[in-house]
T-cell receptor
Framework: GQNIDQPTEMTATEGAIVQINCTYQTSGFNGLFWYQQHAGEAPTFLSYNVLDGLEEKGRFSSFLSRSKGYSYLLLKELQMKDSASYLCAVWSGGYQKVTFGTGTKLQVIP | DVKVTQSSRYLVKRTGEKVFLECVQDMDHENMFWYRQDPGLGLRLIYFSYDVKMKEKGDIPEGYSVSREKKERFSLILESASTNQTSMYLC???????????????FGPGTRLTVT
């Protein structure tokens, strides 16, 4: 089966750095996605990792360790608009079927 | 600009009714997906389609069926709606390149379905 774990909630201060972890146990692995979802809105794509290491995209970075079944999303210089849920999703089969974690709700406080 | 649209933002139906949720994408994507999202359970895949008239069961297909007669349109059907199908339904689409590498999914705005 597929199992993806993320913390349920996190709180961080505006201007700070926060790391959201994701661990997974899946039958097979093709790649890992991170999505952002603001309350009442649809998820939007943030990053995709297929090889080990860090991928940087502006204030957001995503890290992957395939041997450890582990990823994290790093958000720097936090802004109030970063308050959202962050979803980890693993692509581990044929076609484009992915399995989503339950998401981490991040609250950014002044 | 990439666009996935869903037929309704809010829908209220009665138990036992047949319900149709429509999704249209304008990106010529091969893959389309239907999810439901519930608090504490996250996004769960109901069905997906990788080509016209092709469909695959996701993790929770029971009580649902789908139809994909045209590439841009993917319909989710609740054959006989029940109260436990009250949920947020999200449609998504994605592209497949020749190498089969992963591409992000683009989501529609969602349909909040209430079954009473």
């Amino acid at each position: 089966g597929q199992n993806i774990d993320q913390p349920t909630e996190m709180t961080a201060t505006e201007g700070a750095i926060v790391q959201i972890n994701c661990t997974y146990q899946t039958s097979g692995f093709n790649g890992l996605f991170w999505y952002q979802q603001h309350a009442g809105e649809a998820p939007t794509f943030l990053s995709y990792n297929v090889l080990d290491g860090l991928e940087e995209k502006g204030r957001f970075s995503s890290f992957l360790s395939r041997s450890k079944g582990y990823s994290y999303l790093l958000l720097k210089e936090l802004q109030m608009k970063d308050s959202a849920s962050y979803l980890c999703a693993v692509w581990s089969g044929g076609y484009q079927k992915v399995t989503f974690g339950t998401g981490t709700k991040l609250q950014v406080i002044p | 600009d990439v666009k996935v649209t869903q037929s309704s933002r809010y829908l209220v139906k009665r138990t036992g009714e047949k319900v149709f949720l429509e999704c249209v994408q304008d990106m010529d994507h091969e893959n389309m997906f239907w999810y439901r999202q519930d608090p504490g359970l996250g996004l769960r895949l109901i069905y997906f389609s990788y080509d016209v008239k092709m469909k695959e069961k996701g993790d929770i297909p029971e009580g649902y069926s789908v139809s994909r007669e045209k590439k841009e349109r993917f319909s989710l059907i609740l054959e006989s709606a029940s109260t436990n199908q009250t949920s947020m339904y999200l449609c998504a689409s994605s592209f497949t390149n020749l190498e089969g590498t992963g591409y992000e999914q683009y989501f529609g705005p969602g349909t909040r379905l209430t079954v009473t």
